[in-house]
């Protein structure tokens, strides 16, 4: 925002200096060419005037002198001739016999003035030539040709462009000075507000947003600090109060355990199948709360490293995946699965081990528990782009298309899944876990029956800083 606010300043402090300068840059060139014209009219009024008398006298001394002195002195050429075409001086080389002043001569005998057109360049270079006849009235008595060099018009035109270019430059940096100003006077509340909308976003106590910038600005900043305050300590309040009740509910739940531990050898036979159920309740219980607890751990994390952006945390996903499957093979056989990892190629990706340990323990915990007796659990470690992918497929029941886009919501369970004492938390926590470190979970069924659960992260860097 702030390149596009600096531009759009910038562009229309440009337009107002062009606005002002190219006018200038014009009015000066054509004031000095004015100035170029004026001043050899002059001249040839002059010369016309003495070309008139020496007509009237027949003595072309005194022209002849002054022609002569004036282009020794200025440099310019002077043609002049009689009424008949004869020519009474030529000067500075300059010839009545020449076409172009045979042309000049023709006209100014015809009672037409001859002055340049167009207007003087600091580039010009060349000659301007000009005419005028002799005489009064329509009694035409000689002519007048006149070549004046413009290198002289020229570069007084040339500096004085350089004057105005030299002033719109500094006009032109007071306003790219003014523009960054101004534009860093507006901008930065915005940059300290979207600081704090992305913590308040990600779940942590943003920062107090500082009063600045325009009026309206400042309002906005009180107003959302104000705001924010409300939303922190509702936030706190929920993951304390989770957090809490699934602290203190532990000793009840530990005492619980050993009273009904206690009463077991109290109870008959026939009273062993109600003290296996309030058992494997217990259990479902305390499962439950651990799952809580994590999936606010998660949440919390993911809110942190999406405000902090963190980088540094790297492994390899590979042994991993293998550190995992000496974990959890014994379990998938007890459970009557074959579990195959396929991960030897090291694949760096941007997490800690303990977080992709965690997600790999879920994905294969989900696979064990549902695929059922008989089943094939693949466990595999690729890369795919930028990204590596972890990807636990089976071949048990699976889920159907429209249980796929559930399966990460909090609490839920397919139906019907026999076997199953899950909390319905575990994807969902694996999910967070993914976002925090800018990837995610992908699932979808595999072929020709069953789930394939994908975790897709950024690669990252290995011990040799390769990515």
Partial sequence: MRNRVQAALLAFAVLAVAAFAVPLLLFTASDRTQQLVLGRSADLDRFASLMDQAAATGDTSAITAEARRYTLLYGEALVVTDARRTPVVETGGMRAADPAVARLVDAALRNATTKPGGTLQPWSHGYAMFAEPAGTGTQVSGAVVLRASVRVAAHDV???????????????????????????????PLR??????????????????????????RQLAAGFNRMARTVTAALEQQRRLVADTSHQMRNPMAALRLRVDALHTHLAPSADRTYTGVTTELDRLETLLDDMLALATAEHRAGELAVTDATDAHCDAAAVARAQHHLWEPLAHHAGARLTTRATTPVPVACTDRELAQITDILLDNAIKYAGRNAEITLTCTTEGRSAVLTVTDNGPGLKAEEL?????????????????????????????????????????????GLRARALLPRGLVDGGVR
């Fill in 192 to 217: 300290h507000l979207d600081r704090a909308v992305g913590q308040l976003a990600a779940g942590l106590p943003p920062e107090q947003t500082r009063a600045g910038g325009p009026p309206e600005l």
């Fill in 158 to 188: 040339a500096r004085r462009w350089a004057v105005v270019l030299a002033g719109t430059a500094l006009v032109a940096l007071a306003c790219t000075v003014l523009a960054r100003a101004a534009t860093h006077w507006v901008v930065r």
């Fill in 405 to 449: 886009t559930r399966a990460t919501t909090r609490f839920w369970r397919a139906d019907g899944r026999t076997g199953a004492t899950g909390t319905g938390l575990g994807l969902a926590i694996a999910e967070q876990l993914l976002a925090g470190r800018g990837g995610r979970l992908e699932l979808a069924v595999a072929e020709p029956r």
